[in-house]
């Protein structure tokens, strides 16, 4: 397209190639932008696909909820009198509370302790008359 070496002056015969080269990049470079839009636009489209949710992941996602509903964590002092009473008793006394739930079911209601003895952690289960639950 160019036939100059370096060093050689421009004459005004090579400013009329140099306006029509200025003048193919111009029109090319629309073309270029264009195929580099689309090239990006279908990337973040790309990028912004999730994989769909199975109906079973729904059903579990709504299982886990309702479960978690149904459990409220309860300090010490919330527990009925029964229990703290029972977890005072000589049965428990090694043992140190960390924390307690109230536990709805379709069956009735439960209270879950967690307790602690040196490395030893076992949750109790026990109704609201501090009777032991299985």
Same mark, same amino acid.
């Not at 160019?2 to 200025?22: C, L, M, R």
């Not at 886990?64 to 919330?78: G, P």
């Given at each position: ?32 932008f264009f195929i ?21 992941? $729904? /059903?579990e996602m709504k299982? *886990? @909820?309702?479960? &978690? ?51 030893? $952690? /076992?949750?109790?289960?026990? *109704? @609201?008359?501090? &009777?032991?639950?299985?």
């Amino acid at each position: 397209m160019f036939d100059v070496k370096p060093g050689t002056p421009i004459a005004n015969s090579d400013y009329k190639s140099f306006k029509s080269f200025i003048k193919f990049i111009i029109m090319n470079s629309k073309v270029l932008f264009f195929i580099l839009f689309l090239g990006l636009a279908s990337f973040s489209v790309n990028a912004q696909t999730t994989p769909p949710v199975k109906e079973n992941d $729904k /059903t579990e996602m709504k299982k *886990d @909820k309702q479960m &978690n509903d149904d459990r409220v964590e309860l300090t010490r002092t919330q527990l009925p009198e029964t229990i703290q009473k029972n977890l005072s008793a000589d049965t428990y006394k090694d043992w140190t509370f960390k924390k307690a739930y109230r536990v709805k079911t379709a069956t009735g209601e439960h209270y879950e302790i967690v307790v602690k003895r040196g490395d030893e $952690k /076992t949750t109790l289960k026990m *109704d @609201k008359d501090g &009777n032991v639950v299985s």
